[in-house]
C-alpha cells in the first residue's frame, strides 16, 4: 500500500541532544513537509520541499534543520538550539503536476511522532 | 495574509444530533479548501475538498460548500456518531502559496452516547 510512514511513533531527548525524526513516502510526490502540532493548538510549518536538494523555512525554522537527498525521504532534525520541543510532529506529502505547482494538490499525512523531554 | 479561522472548541454533542463547525477565510487569488480530520493519536487524514467557489465536498456523511460571498466553508453532519469523536482542521490552498497549506487551530468534537 501506498503512504507515508513515520518513526518512531515516541522519541525522548536529553538535553542538549539532537535527534531525527524519519519520514518516508511511496507516494511518488516530490513535495513534503513538518508540521508541529501543540496540545490544542493547530499546526505550524517547519518546513518544506518541493523537490530533492532543495527546501525552505517554514513559520518556525529555528532550532530544525532537513534534508531532501531523496525523493521518497525528509527527515528532521530537532537540535539543542529547539529550547521547547515537547510537541507532536507530523509529516505530509503532495503532488506536484507536470513540473509546474499546481495548487489544487491534497497532502497526505503519516501518523505522527511524538517527542518528549527528559 | 492567507489565513483560516476557525470555531472555537471543545464541541460536545449527542448521539445523532446536527453538527456544525464554522471555518472562515481569508484569502488572494482562489483558493482550495479543506476539512481534515484526526483522530486520537494519529496523523491527519483528508475528510472533504473543494476547489472552486459553490462546490460542495461530502464524505461519510459531512458536506462542506465553498462560499465565496460569504469567504466561508462550514463542515456540516446531519447525525454524528461516536465514531466521529475527533479534532476537524479547516485548510486552505492558494496559487499564492504554491503547495503551501493555512490550517486553523482545529476543533474538538466529543459524541457521547
Known amino acids: 500500500d501506498g503512504g507515508i510512514t513515520q518513526s518512531p511513533k515516541y522519541l525522548f531527548r536529553k538535553e542538549g541532544q539532537n535527534v531525527t525524526l524519519s519520514c518516508e513516502q511511496n507516494l511518488n510526490h516530490d513535495a513534503m513537509y513538518w508540521y508541529r502540532q501543540d496540545p490544542g493548538q493547530g499546526l505550524r510549518l517547519i518546513y518544506y520541499s518541493q523537490i530533492v536538494n532543495d527546501f525552505q523555512k517554514g513559520d518556525i525554522a529555528e532550532g530544525y534543520s532537513v534534508s531532501r537527498e531523496k525523493k521518497e525521504s525528509f527527515p528532521l532534525t530537532v537540535t539543542s538550539a529547539q529550547k521547547n520541543p515537547t510537541a507532536f510532529y507530523l509529516c505530509a506529502s503532495s503532488a506536484i503536476a507536470g513540473g509546474r505547482l499546481r495548487w489544487n494538490q491534497t497532502q497526505y499525512f503519516g501518523p505522527g511522532t511524538r517527542l518528549l523531554v527528559l | 495574509g492567507d489565513s483560516v479561522t476557525q470555531m472555537e472548541g471543545p464541541v460536545t454533542l449527542s448521539e445523532e444530533a446536527f453538527l456544525t463547525i464554522n471555518c472562515t477565510y481569508t484569502a488572494t487569488g482562489y483558493p482550495s479548501l479543506f476539512w481534515y480530520v484526526q483522530y486520537p493519536g494519529e496523523g491527519l487524514q483528508l475528510l472533504l475538498k473543494?476547489?472552486?467557489?459553490?462546490d460542495k465536498g461530502s464524505n461519510k456523511g459531512f458536506e462542506a460548500t465553498y462560499r465565496k460571498e460569504t469567504t466561508s466553508f462550514h463542515l456540516e453532519k446531519g447525525s454524528v456518531q461516536v465514531s466521529d469523536s475527533a479534532v476537524y482542521f479547516c485548510?486552505?490552498?492558494?496559487?499564492?502559496?504554491?503547495?503551501?497549506?493555512?490550517f486553523g487551530t482545529g476543533t474538538s468534537l466529543t459524541v457521547i452516547p
Open positions: 485548510a486552505l490552498l492558494t496559487s499564492n502559496t504554491g503547495n503551501q497549506f493555512y
Open positions: 473543494a476547489t472552486k467557489a459553490d
